[in-house]
Nanobody, 122 residues
């Protein structure tokens, strides 16, 4: 079992930045593939960014050039740095952990955090 706890969400003006954190309970944290998703009101949960099995990083088109995913295995934490935020980025952001190589779909992930709200005002 892996417990994930997100933090760092909040209200920010358009053009601002936020850094989300996700703390994991697993001592085998480094073995899990980690990703970030978001869910806007009335929409399905959508992929934002993830580490691939071989250590690469993949971003959704909406995140490229603005968001950066990183991880600190010693601290069992994954981060999502978000810059130049816009109202379209308003959503609940979730981190997730998986045991498998694929990473783009919600069903690829085995463990989820409770989410952290990000609200961007125009």
């Amino acid at each position: 079992q892996v417990q994930l706890v997100e933090s760092g969400g909040g209200l920010v003006q358009a053009g601002g930045s936020l850094r989300l954190s996700c703390a994991a309970s697993a001592r085998t944290f480094s073995l899990y593939g980690m990703g970030w998703f978001r869910q806007a009101p009335g929409k399905e949960r959508a992929f934002v960014a993830a580490f691939t099995r071989n250590g690469g990083i993949v971003y959704a088109d909406s995140a490229k050039g603005r968001f950066t995913i990183s991880r600190d295995n010693a601290a069992h934490t994954v981060f999502l740095q978000m810059n130049n935020l816009g109202p379209e980025d308003t959503a609940v952001y979730y981190c997730a952990a998986r045991n498998r190589g694929v990473y783009l779909r919600v069903n690829d992930y085995d463990y989820w955090g409770q989410g952290t709200q990000v609200t961007v005002s125009s």
